[in-house]
C-alpha cells in the first residue's frame, strides 16, 4: 500500500508561521512606533513654539486693549494671569493629545474639580463677579463718598473680592463686592456738584423779605456757593408749622464742598439771625386758664 500525505489547511497555516522571524517582525514595530513617535514629538513642537507666539501676541493686545479702557490695575493683573494660565493649559492639552496621549480623563478630571470648586466657592465667586463689574462699570472709583448695605464711608480701596470704606470717624469697614454690585448704592460724590439744603426756621410775625435778604446776604459772602444758572440759589418757604414758619436755602457748592458748606452756612445762618433781630422759634404751648 502506498502511504498518501494529506495537507489541510491547518498544516499550511502552521509550516509558514515556522518560517516567519519574529525578531525581525518585532524589530520592524519598534522602528515603526519610533518613526511614528518621533514625527509626532516634532509635530508638539512645532505647534508649542506656534501656540506660544499666539499666546504672547494675545497677552500683547490684551494689555493695550485694557490701558487704552483705563480698566483698574488690579483687574488688569488678575485678567490677564487668567488669560494666560487659561491659555497655556489649553495649549498643554493640544501637545499631550499630539503624542498620542489620551485627553478625555485629564478633560474629565478637569471638569469635576472646577464643578467642585465652583459649589464650595459659590459665594466666593459671586463676590468676585461683582468686582468685574465694579471695577468694569465703575459706579464709584476710591475717593467717593457712599452709601451701601446699611454702611456710609468714603472708598479707600476696591479690591476683587470686597471693597474697603473709611468712615468719618475713622473705622474701616469691609462689604462682599456680590452685594455691592447687585443692590442699592447711593453715590454722594459721582457728580461735581451737590445741592445743599439747610432749613431755616423764623418765628411767626418776621418779615420774609427781610429773612431772605439776611440769608442771600449770606450766601453772597461765600465764594464756595455758586450763583449762576441752574445754580442760583433759591429761598422758598416751604411749612408753616406750629411754632414758626420754615424757608429752605437751596444752594449749589462742588462735591467736595459740601459738608464744609453746610456746617459753616448752617452756623452763619444762626448768627446773622440774631444779629438781624429775628427770632428762631423753639416749641411752646400756651395755656389758658378758665376760673
Known amino acids: 500500500m502506498e502511504e498518501t500525505n494529506s495537507i489541510g489547511p491547518g498544516n499550511d497555516i502552521v509550516s509558514e508561521l515556522s518560517n516567519l522571524d519574529f525578531s525581525k517582525i518585532a524589530m520592524s514595530d519598534v522602528i515603526g512606533y519610533i518613526v511614528q513617535f518621533g514625527k509626532n514629538v516634532l509635530l508638539a513642537i512645532i505647534v508649542f513654539f506656534i501656540g506660544r507666539f499666539i499666546i504672547t501676541y494675545t497677552m500683547k493686545a490684551l494689555r493695550k486693549i485694557t490701558q487704552q479702557r483705563k480698566v ?96 468719618p470717624d475713622n473705622q474701616t469697614i469691609i462689604i462682599p463686592n456680590g452685594p455691592l454690585a447687585t443692590g442699592s448704592l447711593k453715590n454722594s460724590t459721582k457728580a461735581p456738584t451737590r445741592r445743599v439744603d439747610i432749613d431755616v426756621d423764623v418765628a411767626y410775625g418776621a418779615d420774609p423779605d427781610e429773612v431772605r435778604k439776611v440769608l442771600m446776604g449770606i450766601i453772597d459772602a461765600d465764594e464756595r456757593i455758586m450763583r449762576s444758572g441752574v445754580f442760583a440759589p433759591y429761598i422758598p418757604m416751604t411749612t408753616m408749622g406750629t411754632s414758626g414758619i420754615t424757608f429752605q436755602m437751596r444752594i449749589w457748592a462742588k462735591a467736595a464742598d459740601y459738608w464744609a458748606v453746610k456746617f459753616e452756612t448752617t452756623e452763619k445762618v444762626y448768627r446773622e439771625l440774631g444779629h438781624a433781630g429775628i427770632d428762631i422759634p423753639y416749641p411752646q404751648m400756651d395755656v389758658h386758664i378758665k376760673s
Do not use: W
Not at 499631550?96 to 485627553?103: A, E, K, R, V
Not at 471695577?135 to 464709584?140: F, G, I, Q
Not at 456710609?152 to 476696591?158: H, K, L, N, Y
Open 72 to 167: 483698574e490695575a488690579s483687574l488688569t493683573t488678575f485678567l490677564n494671569s487668567l488669560v494666560s494660565i487659561s491659555l497655556n493649559v489649553f495649549l498643554g492639552i493640544i501637545i499631550i493629545g499630539i503624542l498620542g496621549i489620551d485627553t478625555s480623563s485629564f478633560l474629565a478630571v478637569f471638569a469635576s474639580a472646577g464643578l467642585a470648586v465652583g459649589m464650595a466657592l459659590s459665594g466666593t465667586l459671586q463676590n468676585f463677579a461683582g468686582g468685574v463689574l465694579i471695577l468694569m462699570l465703575k459706579p464709584y472709583k476710591v475717593g467717593d463718598f457712599i452709601e451701601a448695605q446699611g454702611f456710609a464711608g468714603t472708598v479707600r480701596e476696591i479690591q476683587i473680592f470686597s471693597t474697603i470704606l473709611g468712615t
